[in-house]
């Protein structure tokens, strides 16, 4: 009893002292901070388990789900992509090792601390994931949201609607999204050696022929450096391809056909530069090939024509400019037509037509004979005209539809009609109405109306007072008929 009542003040005393201690410990830690941003971070880790290469365990939760992350990773080859990103130097396959040996390899990032590390098991090898500092929540956060993001690139990628794949810094191929696994072995076979070649590639799109149908496709290639990878893209042009080999057949088509007309062609382009002209433009304005090949603007094409005297000779060579200006904007509105006559006789026709996307074209023409034919043909109507004016005979023709195709002056006098007065497009009913006032025989003026020069008729009308004149129609060859009125 007496050691026992000895002890109790001493252990009294004793707890006395430990909880001063405590209450000084706790009363201190909020003050002194130092030692938190000096601690060690936390780390955590994840083991692989490998027998033959292949993946026979691990420590990752929720496995089988959507957020699986070793989704689809079967052996140390996939592992190895998931983890390369990250890592460097990581082996294609698991290294042979003595036991305890420990191979490790740094992350990429020089501030990244994680590390990936291999040993050698019993019957396999363990792989190990470190992370040496966890990150604090809002580092976690943003992770997450990182993680998030990148997903959805990943997504854009797969569901993409051209072939993407990623090639290692040997040139093989480490993904390939859906549209990419379209491709054949054959076909990938052949992308790739395009890749490996690209002097001899470059500018024109692969040629993937169906070994079965014969089909051939067109895949352009386009290559991006992502460091010790390369993202490639692969575009199935085939369409465009056809697209224009059909419109390079059109143009030489048109070509051909443009070849053999009489009309010299000119076409300019939005930037009205010269892309399209015909040998008969050569033939016509005397340009050399070699000037018309070069691609002329619309000014310097007209310049040319002006020095060869192949447009009208202007005044002065401003107003000839403005002249010029003002037939483009004209011709591009689709309203510019002209004729010019030329210092050495001839006569071009000149057309000016608004083509699609600012395009215009001109056509030039020789109407020379056309324009001669016309005046011959004005100058003899001209003179039968005058032959008919002094005849004493009133003539005058009627066409098939009944209408006053010509009469002389006689015919103008004996129905009283001012020669001022236009006569043209009067019909035989007016003709007739006229007669009869001026010479009257109701029967004879009838029998005209309703015959209407499809058989001869022949009569006398008048009276005192007016004159009489003998009245006679005679059918003329394509439905025209002559009406004469000679004084009885």
């Not at 000119?266 to 090949?293: H, I, K, M």
């Not at 002329?296 to 447009?311: K, S």
């Not at 100058?379 to 005849?391: P, T, Y």
């Not at 209407?452 to 129609?473: F, K, L, M, Q, Y």
């Amino acid at each position: 009893m007496q050691g026992i009542v000895i002890g109790m003040p001493v252990a009294i005393a004793l707890s006395g002292l430990m909880a001063g201690i405590v209450v000084w410990a706790l009363a201190r830690w909020p003050l002194d901070k130092s030692h938190i941003a000096g601690r060690p971070s936390r780390q955590s880790s994840n083991y692989f388990l490998f027998r033959e290469g292949l993946l026979v365990d691990h420590d990752i939760t929720r496995p089988g789900t959507a957020n699986d992350p070793l989704f689809g990773i079967s052996g140390w080859p996939q592992l190895k992509e998931w983890l390369g990103h990250r890592f460097i130097d990581l082996p294609d396959d698991l290294p042979a090792m003595q036991a305890g040996e420990v191979v490790t390899f740094p992350a990429r990032d020089p501030h990244d601390e994680a590390q990936v590390t291999i040993s050698v098991l019993r019957h396999g090898h363990r792989v190990t994931l470190i992370e040496r500092a966890l990150p604090m929540p809002a580092e976690w956060h943003d992770a997450k949201a990182r993680l998030a993001f990148k997903r959805l690139h990943r997504m854009a990628s797969e569901n993409a609607p051209i072939a993407i794949c990623i090639l290692d810094h040997e040139g093989k191929i480490t993904w390939r999204n859906a549209i990419f696994q379209e491709f054949s072995e054959k076909d990938e076979g052949e992308i790739l050696a395009a890749v490996a070649s690209p002097n001899e590639a470059a500018g024109h799109p692969v040629v993937l022929t169906d070994p079965q149908g014969g089909r051939q496709r067109h895949v352009d290639l386009t290559s991006i450096d992502a460091g010790d990878r390369h993202i490639l893209y692969a575009t199935d042009v085939t369409e465009l391809v056809n697209t224009d080999a059909m419109r390079s057949s059109f143009i030489q088509t048109l070509t051909k056909t443009f070849a053999d007309l009489a009309t010299g062609l000119a076409v300019f382009d939005r930037g009205q530069r010269l892309v399209l002209f015909n040998p008969a433009l050569v033939d016509l304005t005397g340009l050399p090939v070699e000037f018309l090949s070069s691609r002329p603007g619309l000014l310097d094409f007209f310049d040319r024509l002006r020095d060869r005297q192949v447009l009208p000779e202007p005044k002065n060579y401003a107003t000839w400019r403005a002249q010029i200006n003002e037939m483009i904007e004209t011709a591009s509105d689709g309203h510019y037509a002209e004729a010019w006559t030329l210092p050495n006789g001839l006569t071009y026709r000149v057309t000016g037509r608004p083509h699609p996307d600012g395009a215009i074209a001109f056509l030039i023409e020789d109407i020379t004979d056309e324009i001669s034919f016309n005046r011959r043909t004005k100058s003899q109507l001209e003179i039968r005209q005058a032959v008919l004016d002094r005849l004493d005979t009133a003539i005058a023709v009627i066409g098939p539809n009944d209408i006053l195709i010509l009469c002389n002056d006689t015919f103008r006098e004996r129905l009283g009609i001012p020669p001022d007065d236009s006569f043209a497009e009067t019909s035989l009913d007016e003709i007739v109405r006229t007669a009869r006032s001026r010479f009257p025989n109701d029967d004879l003026w009838a029998d005209i109306l309703a015959g209407s020069g499809r058989s001869p008729i022949e009569g006398r009308a008048g009276d005192d007072t007016t004159g009489r004149v003998h009245v006679r129609t005679e059918p003329l060859p394509g439905g025209f008929t002559m009406l004469n009125l000679t004084p009885d």
